[in-house]
C-alpha cells in the first residue's frame, strides 16, 4: 500500500472480532486518507459494518491497532469517537421527524442559554451552514418529516459538519434516494472531499462506487482483500473480488426452449400511467420490463397482480382472460409477485419461515380449514432444502434470516402454490452479490420447469445479463424490445430516456 | 450476537425468568393468599371464583385474543355483552322458550360484530375508532331501550327458571359455565391456531400488507374476525343474564378493561409478544385471583383494583425488562 505520501486521517491495522465461534473480522485493515473517497464493499457478512461498528465505538475489537488523526486510540466509545472528528451516517435515518431543520442540526449541541434554547438562532445558523456547504437554500424552520429522504441525508450531513467533522462515514446513503437526489449527494461529497474531508461509501451499488469513489477497499470472509481504483478496475474485477469467483458466473446462462405464450397482454391501458400496453411472456421465457421513475412500468406490474385496476385491455395466463381486481383473484389465476418492499409487502418478519412459506398456499396443506402440520413441514422442509435457505430451522422468524435468504422466503412462498406467472418487482435491491447470484439461479430454473417471468428492474446489468428479451417502457408506451446483440445496457438506457427506440420493433 | 458461556447461562435464566413470569406470578400470588387467608384455597371458594370470576370474563377475553391476533381491538364487547343479555332478558320476559333467548341473543351480538366488520373493512375505519363508536351508540342504545338504564328483572317464567338452573347445574362434577368456557377454549385454541383462518389472522397481525400480497381476502377474514369476538362476548352476556336472572343496562363495559389486561398478560408468554389462548385463560385466572384473594384479606373494592393496575404493570415489566436484558 503507498501509505507513504498520502495524508491519513484514520488508520486500522490488524482488527480481529470474534463472536462465539463465528470470526467477524480476521486481520482487516482500513486506511481512510483525507481529501478523498474511499469505497467499501463486500457481500453482507464479509465485515464491513462490523469494521465500522469497531471505528464507531460501537463493537469493541479483540486485536488490533486505530489510530485517528495520528494519535493510537486505545478504546472507543461512540462519544469519543465524535470527538475525534469521526461522525457516521447511518442508514436508517436518525433524525426526530417532528423536528425543524434547525433542531436536527444541534440536535445535542443545542445553542441558547442555560436550560432555554434558542430555536431561531440554530435555525439561522443551520440555514448559513447549509448555504456556505451545499448552496442549498432550505428554511430551516421546515420541520424534517417535510423533507426528501436525500434532503434529510443533506441535514445529517450538515449536522456532522457543524460539530467539524474530519471524517465522513456513509452507509448505504443512496438506498432510498431516486436518480437526481443521487446526484446531488455525489455533488455534495465531491465537494466535502475538496475541503479536505475524508469520506466512506459504503454501497452495493457499483455503479456508483465507479463514478464516485477514488479508491475502492474490497471486503471478503472477515478481511480487506484489496484496495483498487475503480477507474482503473472495472466493476467486473471489483466483483470479482468481492465472490472470489468469475463474474461470468454471476449470471448463469442457460439454454431454454420456449413454449406457448402463457402470460398474454393486451391493449392494457391505465389513464396517467400508460396506454396500449401490449406483450407475451413464453413458458420458460425471462423478460424483463423497465423504465425511468414514472415511466409507467411499475404500475404496469401492479394491474397484473390486481394493485391498480387496469382500465381497458386484456390479460390471460394460459389462454384465460382474467379479471384482475384484486391480488386474491391474481394469485388464484397464478399469478405470483415479489414486491419491491420486501418488508412491508413480501414477507411478514414476525411470522416464523414455516408460516411465510405455506401463507399464499395454506389450502393445499390443509382439511375441513383446518392446516395439517405434518404436510406443511413436509412442503416447508422441501423448499428451504431445494432453495438453500440459510436458516436455523423452519421455525425460525424470518426476522432472523439475512436480506437475500428472506427474498428467498418470499420466493418459496410463491414455488409452493405452484404459480405459472412470476412478476418480480426489483427482487435483488438490497441483496448482497451472492444471494444475487443464488436468485439468477433461481430465476433460471423456474424458467426451465416452465413457468413465463416477467422482470421489473432498474439495474440494466442484471436486465441484460439475466433475461431472453428486455421491454422498455418509456412515458408509458412500450419504447423498445430488445434481445440478442441489440439487448445491452446502452441501447436500453437510450431507450428508457426516450433518446432511441424500437430496436427490434414493438408488435403494437 | 453471541455472548461467552458463562454470560449465556445467565441468558437463559433471564430468558426463562421472563417467559415464565406469569407463571411465577401466578404460584407466588395463590401462596401468598393460600397463607394470608385460610378461605382462599378452600374448594366452596375456588368454585366461587371459577364460575363468578373466571367463566364470564374468559370468553370475552377468548374473543378479545382473536381480535388482538389479527392487530386490532374491539372497544364495544361490552356492548355486545349487554346486547345479548338485554335481548335474551326481554324475549324470555316476554315468554319465549329459552332457544328463542338464546338465539335472540346471540342474534343482537351478531349485529354489534356485523356493525364493526361493515365500519372496520367497508368504510377502513380504524379498529379502535370503529369500535369506539359503535360503543357509545350501544350505551346510549341501551338507556333509550331501558328508559334511562332501568334493570329488568326475571321474577318468574318457566324458561328463566330452567336457565338459572342449568346455570348452577354440574356435568361430570364440572359446573355447567365451567363447561360452557372449555369446549369455547378449546375451538378457539383450534380455530386461533391451528386453522388457515388462525394462520390469516396471525399473518394479518405481524404484516397486513404480506397478508395482501398473498392473496388473503383480508377483508373477509377480518370481518369474520369482529364477528367471532362479538358472538363470543354474547355468550358471556347470556351466561351473565341467567346467572344473575336479570339484565342490568351497562354492565357489560366491566368486562372490557380486564379481557384486554387479560390478552395482554397473556402474551408474556409468546417470545413474539403472540396472544394465545392459554396464555389469555392464565392472564384471566391471574385477575380472577387476586380479585378473590384481595376481598378475602379484607381490601375494599377500590383498593382491588390498585392491586389489579399493580400486578399487571409488575408482570408486563418483569416480562420486558428481563426480555430486554436476555437479549
Known amino acids: ?111 441558547g442559554l442555560g436550560p432555554f434554547v434558542s430555536r431561531r438562532a440554530m435555525e439561522r445558523k443551520a440555514a448559513e451552514l447549509l448555504k ?51 446526484d446531488s449527494l455525489f455533488e455534495v461529497l465531491r465537494r466535502l472531499r475538496d475541503d479536505g474531508i475524508a469520506v466512506v461509501f459504503i454501497s452495493h451499488y457499483m455503479q456508483e462506487i465507479e463514478k464516485l469513489c477514488d479508491r475502492v ?28 469467483r ?61 394493485l391498480k385496476t387496469a382500465e381497458g385491455g386484456q390479460v390471460k395466463v394460459e389462454g384465460r382472460q382474467l379479471s384482475l381486481s384484486t391480488p386474491v383473484k391474481a394469485v388464484r389465476d397464478g399469478i405470483a409477485m415479489l414486491p419491491e418492499d420486501r418488508r412491508a409487502h413480501g414477507v411478514a418478519l414476525g411470522l416464523s419461515v414455516r408460516e411465510n412459506i405455506s401463507l ?85 430454473r423456474l424458467a426451465g420447469e416452465g413457468a413465463a417471468i416477467l422482470l421489473l428492474s432498474s439495474d440494466l446489468l442484471e436486465l441484460v445479463g439475466v433475461c431472453d428479451r428486455v421491454l422498455v417502457v418509456y412515458r408509458g408506451r412500450l419504447a423498445g424490445s430488445f434481445s440478442g446483440p441489440s439487448m445491452n445496457s446502452d441501447a436500453l438506457l437510450a431507450a428508457s430516456s426516450g433518446a432511441r427506440s424500437n430496436a427490434d420493433g414493438v408488435a403494437a | 450476537m453471541s455472548v461467552s458461556a458463562n454470560d449465556s447461562a445467565k441468558v437463559s435464566v433471564r430468558g426463562f425468568l421472563a417467559k415464565y413470569s406469569v407463571l411465577i406470578a401466578f404460584a407466588a400470588i395463590v401462596i401468598f393468599f393460600a397463607i394470608a387467608s385460610p378461605t382462599f384455597l378452600t374448594p366452596a371458594n375456588l368454585f366461587n371464583v371459577l364460575v363468578n370470576n373466571v367463566v364470564m370474563l374468559a370468553i370475552v377475553a377468548l374473543g378479545l385474543t382473536i381480535v388482538i391476533s389479527s392487530g386490532g381491538i374491539d372497544l364495544s364487547v361490552g356492548v355486545s355483552v349487554d ?50 363508536g359503535v360503543l357509545f351508540i350501544g350505551q346510549s342504545t341501551q338507556q333509550l331501550a331501558t328508559s334511562g338504564g332501568q334493570p329488568i328483572y326475571l321474577t318468574s317464567g318457566y324458561a328463566a327458571d330452567q336457565f338459572n338452573a ?13 363447561v360452557v368456557l372449555i369446549v369455547l377454549a378449546v375451538a378457539v385454541h383450534l380455530l386461533l391456531h391451528r386453522s388457515v383462518f388462525g394462520r390469516y389472522v396471525q399473518a394479518m397481525g405481524a404484516q397486513p400488507g404480506v397478508a395482501w400480497y398473498s392473496g388473503i381476502r383480508v377483508p373477509r377474514e377480518l370481518s369474520m374476525v369482529h364477528v367471532l369476538c362479538a358472538l363470543l362476548a354474547g355468550v ?5 343474564s341467567a346467572t344473575v336472572k336479570s339484565y342490568v343496562p351497562l354492565s357489560g363495559n366491566a368486562f372490557l378493561l380486564d379481557a384486554i389486561g387479560a390478552t395482554f398478560i397473556g402474551t408474556t408468554l409468546s417470545h413474539e409478544r403472540k396472544p394465545s389462548v392459554i396464555g389469555t385463560l392464565l392472564g384471566v385466572l391471574l385477575l380472577a385471583i387476586v380479585k378473590n384473594g384481595l376481598l378475602l384479606v379484607g381490601w375494599n373494592f377500590y383498593w382491588q383494583q390498585v392491586g389489579i393496575g399493580v400486578l399487571v404493570f409488575l408482570v408486563l415489566a418483569a416480562s420486558f425488562g428481563l426480555r430486554r436484558a436476555a437479549h
Open chain 1, 360 to 444: 399464499a398456499s395454506l389450502r393445499r396443506y390443509s382439511r375441513t380449514g383446518m392446516v395439517s402440520r405434518s404436510s406443511e413441514n413436509q412442503a416447508v422442509d422441501g423448499l428451504i432444502k431445494e432453495l438453500s435457505i440459510k436458516t436455523p430451522h423452519r421455525d425460525a422468524l424470518v426476522r432472523e434470516l439475512s436480506g437475500g435468504n428472506q427474498q428467498k422466503v418470499a420466493i418459496a412462498k410463491w414455488l409452493s402454490c405452484q404459480s405459472r406467472v412470476y412478476v418480480l418487482d426489483e427482487p435483488t435491491v438490497a441483496v448482497d452479490v451472492g444471494a444475487k447470484v443464488e436468485i439468477y439461479n433461481l430465476l433460471n
Open chain 1, 217 to 244: 477497499t474490497v471486503m471478503r470472509n472477515g478481511t480487506d482483500v484489496g484496495t483498487v481504483d475503480p477507474r482503473q478496475t472495472p466493476i467486473d474485477g471489483i466483483i470479482a473480488m468481492m465472490i472470489a
Open chain 1, 1 to 111: 500500500m503507498q501509505t507513504a505520501k498520502r495524508d491519513i486521517a484514520v488508520s486500522m491495522t490488524g482488527i480481529s472480532k470474534r463472536f462465539g465461534p463465528v470470526r467477524a473480522l480476521e486481520d482487516a485493515n482500513l486506511e481512510i486518507a483525507r481529501g478523498s473517497i474511499l469505497g467499501l464493499v463486500g457481500q453482507n457478512g464479509a465485515g464491513k459494518s462490523t469494521i465500522i461498528k469497531v471505528l464507531a465505538g460501537i463493537i469493541k475489537p479483540d486485536s488490533g491497532s486505530i489510530v485517528i488523526n495520528g494519535e493510537t486510540v486505545a478504546s472507543l466509545t461512540p462519544a469519543s469517537v465524535e470527538k475525534l472528528g469521526v461522525h457516521f451516517i447511518h442508514q436508517d435515518r436518525l433524525l426526530v421527524p417532528t423536528a425543524t431543520v434547525g433542531e436536527a442540526v444541534f440536535l445535542g449541541h443545542e445553542i
Open chain 2, 236 to 240: 358471556t352476556g347470556i351466561l351473565l
Open chain 1, 246 to 306: 468469475d463474474v461470468g458466473e454471476m449470471f448463469p446462462k442457460r439454454a431454454v426452449t420456449l413454449g406457448a405464450p402463457v402470460l398474454e397482454v393486451g391493449n392494457l391501458r391505465l389513464g396517467g400511467s400508460f396506454e396500449n400496453i401490449g406483450f407475451n411472456v413464453r413458458a420458460g421465457e425471462i423478460v424483463g420490463l423497465t423504465g425511468l421513475l414514472g415511466s409507467g412500468a411499475k404500475e404496469i406490474v401492479q394491474c397484473l397482480f390486481g
Open chain 2, 83 to 132: 346486547m345479548a343479555s338485554m335481548i335474551f332478558v326481554m324475549l324470555l320476559a316476554a315468554g319465549y322458550s329459552g332457544v328463542v333467548g338464546v338465539a335472540g341473543g346471540l342474534g343482537a351480538a351478531l349485529i354489534v360484530g356485523i356493525l364493526n366488520a361493515i365500519l372496520i373493512t367497508r368504510l377502513n375505519i380504524s379498529p379502535f375508532l370503529a369500535t369506539l
Open chain 2, 166 to 178: 342449568i346455570a348452577r347445574t354440574a356435568l361430570l362434577g364440572i359446573p355447567t359455565p365451567v
Open chain 1, 132 to 182: 456556505r456547504f451545499f448552496g442549498m437554500e432550505l428554511p430551516a424552520g421546515t420541520l424534517v418529516k417535510d423533507l426528501t429522504t436525500a434532503q434529510q441525508k443533506v441535514v445529517q450531513i450538515t449536522r456532522a459538519l457543524a460539530q467539524k467533522a474530519s471524517v465522513l462515514v456513509l452507509d448505504e446513503p443512496t438506498a432510498a434516494l431516486v436518480k437526481r437526489e443521487v
